[in-house]
């Protein structure tokens, strides 16, 4: 995994976690003890895959998407989960490119800042090539 890849990932954990605390209806004071549980947790485990994978590698879009975008996209984006299928998505390239770029306020998360051109095509390239289990 690239330091990016990490970066990304920590930082869609925060926001979920965020997401989770509101609704559970945890109270404002205790959110920073328990977000920085969580993370203390995550950044291991992701600091030791990003010792071991070499840092210039191409992007892995299976695994990213299994790691950044499948607990909203389930079943590697074959099924509906907290997000749409994207399976056989109606949708044009352009507005699946927009809508990883951009993200939706309290929907999804944007991830321009993330991914480069290429690498979203990638992502655009894999959820057109998804086939039924
Ligand atoms: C926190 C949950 C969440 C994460 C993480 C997430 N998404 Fe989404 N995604 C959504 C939701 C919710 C929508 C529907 C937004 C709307 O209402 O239009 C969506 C919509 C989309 C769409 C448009 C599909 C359509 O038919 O509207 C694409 C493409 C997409 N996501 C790709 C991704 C990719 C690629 C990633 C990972 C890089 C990702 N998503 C991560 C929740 C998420």
């Known amino acids: 995994m690239t330091s990016e890849a990490i970066r990304l990932v920590l930082t869609t954990l925060a926001w979920t976690t965020i997401r989770i605390m509101k609704r559970a209806g945890i109270a404002r004071a205790l ?7 969580t993370l203390a947790c995550a950044a291991p485990a992701f600091a030791q895959s990003a010792a071991q994978a070499p ?17 909203c996209h389930s079943d590697a984006g074959r099924g509906a989960g907290k997000g749409p299928q994207l399976m056989d998505s109606p949708r ?7 809508r990883i770029k ?14 480069t051109d290429a690498q979203i095509d990638a992502i655009i390239v894999y959820i057109r090539a998804l086939k039924p289990d």
């Open 55 to 71: 840092q210039a590698e191409p992007i892995d879009v299976q695994q990213l998407f299994a790691s950044t975008c499948g607990w």
């Open 102 to 115: 951009v993200g939706k306020p309290g929907a999804m998360p944007a991830f321009g800042e993330a991914f």
């Open 31 to 37: 959110r920073p003890a328990i977000m920085a549980a």
């Open 92 to 98: 044009s390239d352009d507005f699946l490119r927009n």
